[in-house]
């Protein structure tokens, strides 16, 4: 399907937050995605997985949660650099910058008003963080999303603290060679998700590492990338209809 695509720019608070979008180019409202960027920031890779999105029907919205940096993209080989922005944020902010980029794709006429939330990384938290904290998500899928669990400051919450609130099911992907995400924090996020009485498919590729969607990491696994994209795209075509 053939897209469009632009940067624009969404008010948050008294601030102006950097965003790409993309949707086809003809036809809709298409239902909308939030796709949110890994711990290294809206780099490349994350705007082409947006565009992807964009091609399967979606009108999709990628914000950068760091622009409050001036330099707020780093290599796939700065993880430090990545932990110190990562480090930066704070749930609160998080979840208004997110609610912001959500009201932006409400004003165009090409999206539905169901929204969907996914992401990579430290996305693949923002993503479910957004869904328990926001009733416009009607589903969401994180992809290897650490400390879902866990609070992200001290005294505060963990996401799956909210998981009552979520409005629709939950796809969330992980790699049983992820030393990020041990296995038994996916059975806890698996556990906490049971007990909220929500509907939830928890996939654990055995074979697969942290960030193996990423063609650009060399984690990337290319068996598991290309089995996990259409189950995700089926995902949100169900459920945001």
Not at 18 to 45: D, K, S, T
Not at 84 to 96: F, R, W, Y
Not at 181 to 199: H, M, S, T, W
């Amino acid at each position: 399907m053939e897209i469009v695509k632009h940067e624009v720019m969404v008010k948050t608070g008294s601030e102006s937050m950097p965003c790409h979008v993309a949707r086809p180019a003809a036809g809709g409202p298409y239902p909308a995605l939030v796709v949110v960027m890994e711990a290294f920031g809206l780099n490349n890779q994350i705007r082409g997985i947006s565009d992807r999105f964009a091609a399967e029907g979606f009108v999709v919205i990628s914000p950068n949660l760091y622009f409050r940096h001036r330099d707020n993209v780093v290599g796939y080989d700065n993880l430090p650099g990545a932990i110190k922005l990562m480090q930066s944020l704070t749930d609160d902010q998080i979840v208004a910058d997110m609610t912001a980029a959500i009201d932006y794709v409400k004003t165009l006429k090409e999206a539905k008003h169901t929204f969907g939330t996914t992401g990579f990384c430290m996305g693949g938290r923002v993503a479910f963080l957004t869904a328990v904290r926001n009733a416009d998500v009607r589903a969401t899928a994180p992809y290897y999303g650490g400390g879902m669990t866990r609070a992200g400051q001290p005294g505060g919450k963990a996401p799956t603290d909210y998981a009552a609130n979520l409005k629709g099911p939950v796809m969330a992907f992980f790699g049983g060679k992820d030393a990020f995400i041990p296995v038994a924090e996916v059975d806890k996020f698996r556990d906490a998700l049971n007990q909220a009485g929500k509907p939830a498919e928890v996939v654990l590729y055995a074979d697969a590492d942290h960030g193996f969607m990423c063609e650009d990491r060399p984690s990337y696994n290319p068996e598991r990338a290309r089995e996990a994209w259409p189950k995700t795209v089926a995902f949100f075509k169900q459920n945001l209809t």
